[in-house]
């Protein structure tokens, strides 16, 4: 998966009447830990006066950061902080304050500036990340995180999502206004119909999708799928890839039934897991959001991420079963050895990957569809445990937290649709940050 290498601005906030020597050293100190921490740093001059504003905020829009830093080492003059906030109203932003500039001698004090000035940004309507400690390696770490985080936010506005046919029959939760989307995120839409995809992957080299096919039937402890069909089903990922890179699309959606499932007798399911495990983030069912939070979460987690809807609930195990066809990327597994590819589970056709997945902490979210001038995130965290042997499709036994009872609750309650991605890891603290880089309400289970 990508390594994001973030530029940061880094703006030194102190108030014009001081000139303290130790204000440098802390500034210095700051860069030189976002440095050694895989960020860009642009560090401009400090502001004497708001008619600075103008000239840093140019300096950092020619530096396209990623991210503006407010280093607060005392208090300041507010109409600086707001003017380079209103300057650069579409970059995210992230208040670190020291946590003293000198005990003894109480002001000028740089934790003013962070509550002063992030109040008034805050009734301006902008959201921020905001943080306290010296740059040391602990803070300085967090501190590139974020700026990880804030470069995903902006990468996200210059995104080009595909989606390959309309929605599924009688799925209205997965449709979206791709005039909505792009105004609450910046990202925009690119439609294709199945056709396109069919003939690019009639189009694909014959010899690489037997070769990928042999690749894919060895690693799996089981193939029910006979070499020329499996190899038919490559040609499809072929396919997907050729139109991938020609539309430069960061991740796409597809109508994967009923015409491919049951007309051609193709899945794209098998498409779907090569493509994620590979570094593509996609989703199935036309569901372009599950499609955006899966690329959020990939970027973010860096691993794939996967879009599964609740099957099952399991009350003797306090879970829920995750589940959808087949799918996933391979290495979300319990193994490679209980991985098969099969025909679809109630039709027999096409291609599928069918397995476990492995146990282990999850996230669990999804970005709705927008309301508004706002789009909220639901997040939550989950544990995968073991399932029970002979269950079908990819399936993931989760038990979400804190019980699949309130996991429910807030599903229904705040209108949450039927497709949830998830990824490996607790990525929770990164998406709420993302969430207020990107405008976005977030909704935790209580």
Known sequence: MQNIRPVVG??????????????????????????????????????????????????????????????????????????????????????WALPYLDKTIPMPSPMTGLTATGCNIRKSGR?????????????????????????????LRSARFGIIGHPCPGMIDTGCDDAALQKCLGASVVHRDLDNFLRAADGSDAGEAREMAAALAEKVGRCDIDEEKLADHCRLTLGMKSMVEADRLDGFTIRCWPELRDHHKRTVCLTLAQMAEAGVPNACESDVTALVTSWVMTRIARAPSYSLEITAYLEQQG??????????????????????????????????????FKPGA?????????????????????????TEPGVRGSVATVRPAPSPDAFLDAMLREAVEHHLVICYGDWTRELEQFALFAGVDVIRVS
């Not at 829920?320 to 799918?327: N, P, R, T, W």
Request: charged letters at 20%; hydrophobic letters at 50%.
């Open 10 to 95: 880094l703006v030194t906030c102190v108030h014009p009447i001081y000139n303290l020597p130790s204000v440098t050293g802390h500034r210095d100190a700051a860069v030189k830990g976002l440095e050694a921490a895989g960020c860009r740093v642009a560090s401009p001059e400090i502001a004497r006066d708001s008619r600075d504003v103008r000239a840093i905020a140019a300096m950092l829009r020619r530096e396209e950061v990623d991210v503006m830093i407010l280093f607060f080492c005392t208090w300041v003059a507010e109409e600086i902080t707001l003017g380079l906030t209103r300057e650069l109203d579409d970059v995210p932003l992230l208040l």
């Open 127 to 155: 959201s921020f990340v905001h943080m306290a400690g010296f740059a040391t390696d602990d803070t300085v770490a967090k501190a590139a995180e974020a700026a990880r985080v804030a470069a995903v936010a902006r990468g």
């Open 319 to 356: 879970a829920l079963q995750f589940a959808h066809c087949g799918s996933a990327p391979i290495s979300m597994a319990a193994s490679d050895a209980e991985a098969a590819v099969r025909g679809h589970m109630r039709t027999g056709a096409g291609a599928l990957l069918e397995f476990p």
């Open 362 to 386: 999850i996230t669990i979210a999804k970005l709705l569809r927008p309301s508004g001038d706002r789009m909220r995130m639901f997040l939550a965290r989950g544990e995968v445990i073991p």
